[in-house]
């Protein structure tokens, strides 16, 4: 049997993250409809048995019993009704087995009691509080959270919840709705074979997912979780510079996108190194190696890499209380 899943905080990330798994699961419905006959539908349906007469099935993921590591109910939690009827409606507009998630307006507790997996998406300064209302740690005892909270340690998570709450930190980026997301999992002890399974299930579902110490989860919260900001900030400058030569603004971005896009997937497929990419386009006396010595001259890559490191050090004090937080600013300045 599936499990239930519940996304406390259902903001921009949880709607990421469930939408791809959403996603996910209505492509493997798909899958074994192809290659297993006819197979009902995502969030319950009917089934045609051989005599032509029709069986109810529950769920979609109650068809594969052994498959305790994916999910089957979905709980994403909000704090307004207003929020709850967006949440709703964006939903419904994508698929069969979106409709059936239960979207809760200011009703944490009933949903942690009734999920087995719970999402932590909320902001990092508002993790405490919502651990600490009445009778969430009672609900959270024996089950797996997974917190996604930069600055937010396993440390600190661990001291808010019960002795006999699992838990895990995971650093996905928004990617992940279109499930080309790159998710860092802290390292999970080995005797926990389930709770590996569930998590790997869940991320490398939205894309790529790389389990790593947590010491490294600032620097990933840089380069990963904030790296599309980055990336779009030179989508935006290539598409701009393109329009200033005469290129449509439309064709122009889908130019600069693919080639951001080509150039990625070349580096992520091949192993080969970036610098070894670039050589191999830079001809002497040409176009690119004008174009390169002009971003050098801009100091293009220190400053996108300075941006990695700053982004690094304000992901560190992300999750800490807000008097930490300034002293660290006066310090810094």
Same mark, same amino acid.
């Given at each position: 049997?599936?499990?239930?899943? +519940? ?26 409809? !192809? ?24 769920? $979609? ?12 109910? $979905?709980?994403? +939690? ?17 698929? #069969? ?20 997996v719970?999402l ?17 740690? #009672? ?14 340690t ?15 930190? /995971? ?21 926990? =074979? ?8 869940? $991320? ?12 490294? $989860?600032?620097?990933c ?8 900001? !980055? ?19 439309? #064709? ?11 150039? /990625?997937?070349?580096?992520?497929? =091949?192993?080969?190194h ?5 050589? /191999? ?13 002009t ?39």
């Amino acid at each position: 049997m599936g499990y239930t899943l +519940c996304v406390l905080g259902c903001g921009t990330m949880g709607i990421a993250i469930l939408s791809g798994v959403l996603a996910s699961l209505e492509s493997r419905a798909v899958q074994l409809q !192809f290659s297993s006959g006819p197979r009902p539908k995502p969030g319950g349906a009917i089934t045609p048995t051989a005599s032509g007469a029709s069986t109810p099935m529950p769920t $979609f993921m109650k068809l594969d019993h052994e498959e305790t590591s994916l999910p089957e109910r $979905f709980i994403a +939690c909000v704090n307004r009704a207003e929020s709850a009827r967006r949440l709703k409606a964006l939903f419904a507009a994508q698929g #069969e087995l979106a409709q059936d998630v239960e979207v809760v307006a200011d009703d944490n507790l009933r949903a942690v009691q009734e999920a087995d997996v719970v999402l932590l998406c909320c902001k990092p300064q508002l993790a405490h509080s919502i651990l600490h209302k009445e009778g969430i740690c #009672e609900a959270l005892e024996g089950k797996l959270l997974i917190s996604i909270l930069a600055g937010v340690t396993i440390s600190q998570l661990t001291d808010w919840v019960s002795p006999t709450t699992r838990v895990i930190r /995971a650093m996905p980026n928004t990617p992940c709705k279109i499930r080309e997301g790159m998710t860092v999992v802290s390292t999970i002890p080995a005797d926990q =074979t389930l709770d590996r399974e569930i998590v790997t299930s869940i $991320f490398s579902s939205l894309g790529r997912c790389r389990i790593l110490e947590e010491k490294h $989860f600032d620097a990933c919260t840089a380069l990963s979780g904030s790296g599309p900001a !980055f990336a779009c900030i030179v989508l935006e400058a290539m598409a701009d510079g393109g329009v200033m030569m005469g290129l449509p603004r439309a #064709e122009a971005l889908e130019l600069a996108a693919q080639s951001l896009q080509g150039a /990625a997937r070349m580096a992520l497929q =091949t192993g080969v190194h970036p610098a070894q990419i670039k050589d /191999a386009v830079t001809t002497p006396g040409g176009c690119t190696i004008a174009g390169l010595l002009t971003l050098e001259d801009g100091r293009v890559r220190s400053t996108i890499a300075r941006a990695i490191q700053v982004a690094t050090e304000r992901a560190a004090v992300l999750g800490q209380p807000t008097e930490r937080r300034s002293v660290d600013s006066m310090t810094r300045n």
